[in-house]
């Protein structure tokens, strides 16, 4: 059975420090590495999608993966109250994409 | 351009009821995705529709739930009878093509079975 490990949280950071949330996957052969963000009571969207070994910035996001260690970060920088939302890290192997249960993530003022 | 449309938004039944979810995706979109959501817990995907084809319905608990997507656009989802373990939201999600591509999900329905 495949899987995406994500811890539960609540990840509690104070306003303009680093979150960083973590993922790990049991899939050798994942090839696509995806980041959701899910405010409560919302749908999932995506925030950043990661290929290739190494880190991927997109403003003040930065997703970081290691294949040999399967593992996939995201971290993002200045918190702002409006990034508490839950983030939900999907693994993309043999054409099927796997969701984990999410980080909830509390940005304190 | 319009989103991903799904309908109802809420429905609340008694168990051994059945219920029907509908969902429209973004046009032009080949590969569609229902997904159930419990409380707490990260989407699981039911089934996947690469145009009006099935590409993988390998955790749709076929002995009540069915799905179908005439004519490559739109589709519904249906459960018969309900349980009480299937309270959920029902997200549809559609992307442009392979699975790998942005997936846009939208609003969802919450299911409550009394």
């Known amino acids: 059975q495949k899987e995406v490990e994500q811890n539960s949280g609540p990840l509690s950071v104070p306003e303009g420090a680093i979150a960083s949330l973590n993922c790990t996957y049991s899939?050798?052969?994942?090839?696509?590495f995806f980041w959701y963000r899910q405010y409560s009571g919302k749908s999932p969207e995506l925030i950043m999608s990661?290929?290739?070994?190494g880190d991927k910035e997109d403003g003040r996001f930065t997703a970081q993966l290691n294949k040999a260690s399967q593992y996939v970060s995201l971290l993002i920088r200045d918190s702002q109250p409006s990034d508490s939302a839950t983030y939900l890290c999907?693994?993309?192997?043999?054409?099927?994409?796997?969701f984990g249960k999410g980080t909830r993530l509390h940005i304190l003022p | 351009e319009a989103g991903v449309a799904q309908s109802p938004r809420y429905k609340i039944i008694e168990k051994r009821q059945s219920v029907a979810f509908w969902c429209n995706p973004i046009?032009?979109?080949?590969?569609l995705y229902w997904y159930q959501q419990i409380l707490g817990q990260g989407p699981k995907l039911l089934i996947q529709?690469?145009?009006?084809?099935?590409?993988?319905d390998s955790q749709l608990p076929k002995d009540r739930f069915s799905a179908e997507r005439l004519k490559g656009v739109d589709s519904t989802l249906k459960i018969q009878p309900a349980k009480l373990e299937d309270s959920a939201v029902y997200l549809c999600?559609?992307?442009?093509?392979?699975?790998?591509?942005?997936?846009?999900f939208g609003p969802g329905t919450r299911l409550t079975v009394l």
């Open positions: 046009s032009g979109h080949a590969t």
């Open positions: 990661i290929y290739s070994n």
């Open positions: 999600a559609s992307s442009q093509d392979v699975v790998t591509d942005t997936q846009y």
């Open positions: 899939d050798r052969v994942s090839q696509s």
């Open positions: 529709f690469q145009n009006n084809g099935v590409v993988d």
């Open positions: 999907a693994v993309e192997g043999d054409d099927k994409i796997i």
